[in-house]
Each structure stands twice: as structure tokens, then as C-alpha cells.
Nanobody, 125 residues
């Protein structure tokens, strides 16, 4: 089992930045895919970014160029740097992890093995 704990959410003005962190309770070196989902009330869950244990990354079109995902395997933490935030980015963000690889990051994370409790991001003036 791996516990994932997110932090770094909060209230930010449009155009601002936040960095989310996802701390794992054990080594993430063996986890092939990790990513960030978000879900707003009344909307479907959306995979916004992900990183493989290698160098592959995934970004949803809605965040491409604004968000950056990274993993620090020495600290067992995954980050999501969010810049140029928009009101439509407001949601609960949670991290997910999949041990086994399934072709792509997105496919791997469809049925993730572990998920955190989430951190709220609100973008508003």
C-alpha cells in the first residue's frame, strides 16, 4: 500500500500560480505512472498531467503550456506547478498512482492503484 497526501492548494487570483505536492508514504521508484486528476462540482474527472518513471509526460490540452508536472524520486514527491491560472482551473486536485505500465500515462492511470484525498484549488478575484 502507498498513501498519497496532497498539499499546496488554496485561493489564488486569475493569472497567479500555485505548486501542488503529492507526498508518498514509500518509494515511488517502482510506480510507473503518477498523475494529477481534478474534478469540479458537476463535472467529470479530468486527468490534467502525469509523469512516468522515465521521462514521459502527459498534459491535457486545457493545461498545456501552463502546468508542469515533475517527480522527485529521492523525496518520494510529485509536484504540479500551475501558472497562469484561470477560474476554470478551480477544482479539487488529487494525485493518483499506478504501479503497472499500460502503454501510456493516461491509459495507465484510468484504473489507478492509489489516490490521495485531494486539495482544493480556487481561482477567483
Amino acid at each position: 500500500q502507498v498513501q498519497l497526501v496532497e498539499s499546496g492548494g488554496g485561493l489564488v487570483q486569475p493569472g497567479g500560480s500555485l505548486r501542488l505536492s503529492c507526498a508518498a508514504s514509500r518509494s515511488i521508484r517502482f510506480i510507473n505512472a503518477m498523475g494529477w486528476y481534478r474534478q469540479a462540482p458537476g463535472k467529470e474527472r479530468e486527468l490534467v498531467a502525469g509523469a512516468s518513471s522515465g521521462s514521459a509526460e502527459y498534459y491535457a490540452d486545457s493545461v498545456q503550456g501552463r502546468f508542469t508536472v515533475s517527480r522527485d524520486n529521492t523525496k518520494n514527491i510529485m509536484y504540479l506547478q500551475m501558472n497562469a491560472l484561470k477560474p476554470e482551473d478551480s477544482a479539487t486536485y488529487y494525485c493518483a498512482a499506478k504501479v503497472l505500465w499500460k502503454e501510456t500515462i493516461a491509459k495507465s492511470l484510468i484504473d489507478y492503484d492509489f489516490r490521495g484525498q485531494g486539495t482544493q484549488v480556487t481561482v477567483s478575484s
